[in-house]
């Protein structure tokens, strides 16, 4: 027999129940994907039961999508997510699809819609998947203690938690903890530390989907421009965006930097091509051959906000009227503004990341099931894994297919 493993925490002053109760599965975590492992588990007649620290289920669901919660994305694949192993996803990103998703959204009639990019809301609430998701689990018999103090896991003939609503054994432990991302919220590294405590590796975790900030002289240059945002494609290494800019009072967010951040390295440039949607070299050589007597400046901001081209011009050569210009200044105003390049001095940390980067190494976990190959029975799904998806309701994707796969196996 194994030796027992155990593991301390405690989430508030110690208030152990000593009840015991045996089930078939425990999920620690009652979010998205804790609770889609939990029905799964439930629909098969598996006894479950939800333990979750926080006073209600879903609190990332409830914030996300500005409320509304982006549920999904209709054009998900493997190629949106990152890992150590880019392959583990597929298998269960193929088992559950977003149009299953979609279909259990239909069936409890929640209107819904479609933004750019394949990216679906809810129309009203967010609260509406967190709803949908508790009714399938009372239907699937599934039991959720709220506000459940774990005090000591372990694993002997069987796993045992001890928390401050009891006692609770089974053969089978799901970990569905989430990760370090928004800590106000309660999120902590106990699923990692869980893991290390049963002897799986874990990918050493960043801060990923957020903001980056700015080296002193770049903060003075641009950031009282606050509010001020652009289409732009940024680019860092091979990975490269187009969507939309948006510059801080500490640097610079908006979709197209919390999607790039997730690949920026400490220490690398990033590039930012200011006008993607015209040549404008082009555009102002035309002009010229016009003899127009705009200026450089001017022109620019018949593309970009008005406040951005005029600091541009005060931190880089203006050649005047397009009419004037040689052909060679045009050539390198335009060459600047396409691409801008910037060394980002961090980035805003957990506290402003959507999601976690790194987590539970992928070798340590079968990608059909996401069970331990160590220590059978324990399972490790959602954020709390090393795999991380791109801005979109990708990472929700995620949720619900490794929890399906998950309680389709435990």
């Not at 324990?378 to 929700?396: A, C, K, P, R, S």
């Amino acid at each position: 027999m194994d030796a027992p493993h155990r593991f301390l925490v405690s989430w508030g002053p110690p208030r152990y129940n000593r009840k015991l109760q045996s089930v078939d599965a425990i999920v620690l975590g009652g979010g998205a994907a804790g609770l889609m492992c939990a029905v799964e588990a439930g629909k098969r007649g598996r006894k479950v039961v939800v333990l979750e620290h926080a006073r209600r289920i879903g609190e990332k669901i409830l914030i996300s999508g500005g409320g509304r919660c982006n549920f999904t994305n209709l054009h998900c694949k493997p190629e949106n997510f990152f890992s150590q192993n880019p392959h583990f996803c597929k298998s269960a990103l193929a088992r559950y699809t977003p149009h299953h998703f979609v279909g259990l959204v239909q069936k409890h009639g929640i209107a819904f819609h479609e933004k750019a990019l394949g990216q679906l809301f809810c129309d009203t609430s967010a609260r509406e998947i967190t709803h949908m998701l508790q009714t399938e689990c009372e239907e699937s018999g599934v039991s959720i203690q709220l506000d459940c103090e774990i005090a000591r896991v372990q694993r002997e003939d069987q796993f045992s938690v001890l928390t401050s609503h009891g006692e609770f054994r089974s053969e089978s432990l799901v970990v569905a903890t989430g990760g370090l991302s928004i800590p106000k919220m309660g999120a902590t590294p106990f699923g990692l530390r869980l893991a290390e405590q049963f002897g799986l590796r874990t990918v050493p975790c960043f801060p990923a989907l957020v903001p980056l900030t700015l080296a002193p002289l770049d903060h003075r240059q641009w950031c009282d421009l606050s509010g001020v945002s652009a289409d732009v494609v940024v680019k860092t290494g091979a990975h490269r965006f187009r969507e939309k800019m948006l510059i801080t009072h500490r640097g610079l967010s908006g979709p197209a930097i919390l999607q790039i951040s997730s690949y920026w390295k400490p220490g690398a440039q990033i590039r930012l091509d200011l006008l993607p949607a015209i040549d404008f070299a082009q555009e102002v050589k035309q002009r010229k051959r016009a003899n127009s007597r705009a200026s450089l400046r001017a022109i620019t901001a018949e593309f970009l906000p008005r406040r951005f081209a005029d600091r541009w011009f005060d931190l880089h050569p203006d050649p005047g009227p397009a009419g004037s210009a040689s052909d060679r200044a045009l050539e390198e105003a335009a060459a600047a503004l396409h691409s801008w390049r910037l060394t980002p001095s961090g980035t805003e940390g957990y506290d402003k990341a959507e999601v976690t980067g790194g987590g539970v190494s992928t070798d340590e976990l079968s990608s059909r099931t996401l069970e331990s190959r160590q220590v059978p029975g324990l399972f490790f799904i959602g954020e709390v894994v090393d795999v991380t998806g791109q801005l979109g309701g990708f990472n929700f994707q995620w949720a619900w297919a490794s929890g399906y796969a998950a309680g389709d196996a435990c």
